[in-house]
């Protein structure tokens, strides 16, 4: 039985535990608002990143995460398999989430500025950010969490909407431009830090921050 029906069922007998049943519809909500967003945009072309990609990538995680992570855009194994980070990159990440946040990645949600792999694992044109842009902000409004944390420049780009040099702004926090209530942090893309291993120390630090930043939001 599903929710809906579930809380029917117990109305129909008189349970009208009008708390729970918010709650649990408000569950049932954003998984689904998430859905059909995806659904909108599964078969876009807005940009010409449709022409190399295998399918769109859509974030993956916990709707109801005080925190999204967003990197700039799936990679082979990403684009293989339909699910943000999970190649080498996205192990680092995964242990960096459990060892310094003590969370576990499906507790936070994780996500791309742009939705489809760039050829060659390029970066994506500002152009291509644009146009993938509503997909992530809508993301963002349904999810309303109290940090966005990007990974490298240019998720930040793509959160901030200017450009920035992450070696410069790393670790730091800014408002988010559609609502700045929500904080933005920055920190490097794991994939960089598998490039330069002695940088993991600083990545370590930067989710120190990030932790201390969630419990004072908390
Ligand atoms: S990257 Fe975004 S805008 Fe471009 S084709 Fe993919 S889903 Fe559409």
């Known amino acids: 039985m599903g929710i809906e029906e579930t809380v029917k069922a117990l109305q129909a007998i008189g349970i009208n535990e009008l708390y729970l049943g918010e709650k649990m ?7 689904k608002l998430l859905r ?6 599964k078969d876009c ?25 967003v990197g700039e855009a799936p990679g082979e ?12 990159a996205g192990q680092l990440l995964n242990k960096l989430i459990e060892e310094e946040l003590g969370m576990k990645r499906e507790d936070v949600y994780i996500t791309n500025v742009c939705k489809c792999r760039p050829p060659n694992n390029r970066k994506p044109t500002p152009i291509e950010m644009k146009a993938c842009s509503p997909y992530l902000r809508k993301e ?8 966005i944390c990007c990974l490298g420049a240019t998720a930040g780009e793509g959160v901030l909407g200017k ?10 926090v800014f408002p988010y431009p ?17 490039r330069n291993p002695k940088e993991e120390k600083t990545l370590r630090e930067d989710f120190r921050k990030l932790r201390e930043l969630l419990s004072q939001l908390s």
């Open 140 to 147: 963002i409004e349904i999810i309303k969490p109290k940090i």
């Open 45 to 69: 072309k807005r940009c010409d990143l449709h022409k190399s990609r295998t399918q769109v990538v859509p974030g993956d995680g916990n709707p109801y995460s005080p925190i999204v992570f």
């Open 163 to 172: 450009s920035l040099k992450i070696t410069k702004v790393r670790g730091q």
């Open 25 to 31: 519809e408000q569950k049932e909500d954003r998984w």
């Open 178 to 194: 559609y609502d700045p209530k929500i904080k933005v942090f920055l920190t490097y893309h794991p994939a960089y830090v598998l």
């Open 77 to 88: 194994e990403e684009d293989k398999q339909g699910k943000p980070f999970v190649g080498r």
């Open 36 to 41: 059909e967003l995806y659904e909108q945009w």
